[in-house]
């Protein structure tokens, strides 16, 4: 596989969810970076085949650390790479006519990864899975171009490092991104057959530390004040969790002004 897999990671020595649900073909080309404190607890028992790496500065927030990743894998020499929350678990459609989904983990997801391994490139410079949420609400699974992409997000880096300002926002960093592109005529592509989910919104660890609501309301006022022809804005109650300023996209509009005219 030419993709290297990158999973960020921070207060969750123990709890790497993502990292637990991969096989050891997929664990061997897998790098957990982590602040310097963290990465004696993540190379123990049942971590061996992970590489695990400590980010130059242990206090930067997701954003920040995502940047770095970008960066510093170009750096090393990859062209590919796919970033990871680490609270993820892997779901598939049943099958072509039942939109009912089951869980995934272990060997049976080397032919998903590579699937974004293949896509991943030049033509589509950010590719990832979809999102569960509103997965049964799909008609067509397979590849979605453009849509929107989360917790998984897969970046050819010659492209990206090349035509992005990288960390202009602190939260939706990669909806940001994404717009970006599209705008610049990069479609990207998403796998709809195959989706992820967080275990638990804003679990302890990870960047639940550094993401308040306020701080996530502003922020969704932000990025549509930079892409007012794409985003707005929605209040949205939520029973499983706090409600919130949550933003719409529209990735088709940014998709088609960009390749008639790029940015």
């Not at 664990?27 to 607890?41: L, M, N, Q, S």
């Not at 028992?45 to 995502?66: H, L, N, S, T």
């Not at 032919?111 to 974004?116: C, G, K, L």
Request: proline share 6%; glycine share 8%; hydrophobic share 35%.
């Amino acid at each position: 596989m030419k993709m290297r897999i990158v999973i960020p990671t921070r207060g969750r020595v123990g709890k790497q969810l993502t990292a637990q649900s991969l096989p050891r073909e997929l664990r061997r080309c897998t790098t957990i970076v982590c602040p310097k404190r963290e990465v004696f607890g993540l190379t123990g028992a049942g971590m061996e085949d992970f590489e695990v790496i400590a980010q130059p500065d242990p206090e930067w927030k997701i954003y920040q650390k995502r940047v770095w990743i970008l960066q510093e894998f170009a750096r090393l020499g990859y062209e590919r790479i796919l970033m990871l929350d680490d609270d993820l678990r892997f779901s598939t459609r049943i099958s072509e006519t039942d939109w009912h989904l089951k869980e995934i983990r272990g060997k049976d997801l080397i032919p998903e990864f590579e699937r974004i391994d293949e896509k991943l490139g030049p033509e589509f410079p950010h590719v990832g899975f979809g999102q569960r949420q509103g997965n049964n609400q799909l008609e067509e699974v397979g590849w979605q171009s453009p849509g929107k992409m989360c917790y998984a997000l897969g970046y050819y880096l010659p492209i990206v490092l090349e035509k992005c300002v990288l960390g202009r926002v602190e939260i939706r960093e990669d909806m940001e991104l994404s717009l970006q592109l599209l705008l610049k005529g990069h479609p990207n592509a998403v796998w709809q057959t195959t989706v992820v989910d967080q275990r638990k919104y804003d679990a302890p660890g990870g960047a639940s530390n550094e993401r308040s609501i306020e701080l996530s309301n502003n922020e969704a006022k932000k990025l549509a004040a930079m892409y007012p022809a794409y985003v707005s804005t929605t209040e949205r109650k939520y029973k499983a969790s706090v409600p919130r300023i949550e933003v719409i996209v529209q990735w088709k509009k940014a998709l088609t002004d960009g390749l008639r005219s790029p940015a």
